[in-house]
């Protein structure tokens, strides 16, 4: 099993910058892919951006040039810096990992982002 905690979301105005953390405990070791989702209200969940163990960030069109991915391994902990945000990346961001081997994942209870003026 795997726990994941995310944090850091809040309101910002247009332009401005956040960063989410997400806190990994448990089997962190059966981790194969991280990656941050997020839903607004009346549309579907969709993905912001992944890490693949052993390959390169990958982001979907929405958050290319303005978000980036990263993990701190030693800290346990994914993170996703968001600038020049805008009001239609206003969501709920969740924290989701997938397990190596049983694909087995895991999501985080969401965190709040509101842009807005």
């Known amino acids: 099993q795997v726990q994941l905690v995310e944090s850091g979301g809040g309101l910002v105005q247009p332009g401005g910058s956040l960063r989410l953390s997400c806190a990994a405990s448990?089997?962190?070791?059966?981790?194969?892919?991280v990656a941050w989702y997020r839903q607004a209200p009346g549309k579907a969940r969709e993905l912001v951006a992944r890490?693949?163990?052993?390959?390169?960030?990958e982001y979907a069109d929405s958050g290319r040039g303005r978000f980036t991915i990263s993990r701190d391994n030693a800290k346990k902990t994914v993170y996703l810096q968001m600038n020049s945000l805008k009001p239609e990346d206003t969501a709920v961001y969740y924290c989701?990992?997938?397990?190596?081997?049983?694909?087995?994942?895991?999501w985080g209870q969401g965190t709040q982002v509101t842009v807005s003026s």
């Open positions: 989701n990992a997938v397990a190596r081997y049983t694909n087995s994942e895991f």
């Open positions: 448990g089997s962190i070791l059966s981790i194969e892919t």
């Open positions: 890490i693949i163990s052993g390959g390169a960030p």
